[in-house]
């Protein structure tokens, strides 16, 4: 019986042994596992004048908008009713500027692309009537993003004013920190100085 326990011992001794030493790293693995992040620069063209330009989907921002306007028709009701906070409701008005200001810089940039059309229909020899359409239509745009550039920004300042007020509000309970409010008023006076 002993000898069979020590010949059991000897062999996985043995056994044990050469894995030891045909391995010398122990965490190794003789298969290794694919990468979770594919090579990031694959897609990615190494020169960005030949890469191609983002087409950005006029209708589908139209939907969003309009779905966004839709959400905000009666969150005065839900905030009176207590299923939203004031915050979300800021939130959602919020979004709703910042998606008409992404619709009118997608409508500026389709009408260049117009303008940049015409320009090459009138270098080769189309009469001039045909350009004033496109002329209006970028002049209206520039006019339409100028417009949503400026609603934004104001409506960017109000939230970063109402968040400063109310971080403070929840430093005097002392639900916040000082830090908390110190980096409200700082983004406010970063949207403040872009803005100048």
Do not use: W
Request: contains cysteine.
């Amino acid at each position: 019986m002993r000898c069979a326990v020590a010949l059991l011992l000897t062999l996985n001794t043995v056994v044990f042994a050469d894995d030891k030493t045909d391995n010398p790293d122990p965490g190794a693995f003789d298969v290794e596992p694919p990468l979770l992040i594919p090579e990031r620069d694959q897609g990615q063209p190494s020169d960005p004048e030949k890469a191609p330009r983002r087409d950005v989907d006029l209708a589908k921002l139209e939907k969003q908008l309009e779905r966004a306007k839709r959400n905000i028709a009666g969150l005065d009701r839900f905030l009176k009713m207590g299923a939203l906070s004031k915050l979300e409701v800021e939130q959602r008005k919020l979004r709703v500027v910042h998606l008409e200001f992404e619709l009118a810089n997608a409508r500026l940039v389709a009408a260049k692309e117009q303008m940049l059309e015409t320009d090459k229909q009138r270098n080769a020899g189309l009469p001039r009537a045909n350009v004033t359409p496109a002329e209006n239509n970028l002049a209206f745009a520039i006019q339409a993003a100028h417009a949503a550039n400026a609603k934004r920004e104001s409506a960017d300042i109000e939230a970063a004013q109402a968040n400063v007020d109310r971080q403070r509000k929840l430093l005097a309970l002392g639900s916040a920190r000082k830090k908390d409010v110190d980096r409200a008023v700082q983004k406010l006076a970063d949207l403040k100085s872009q803005r100048n």
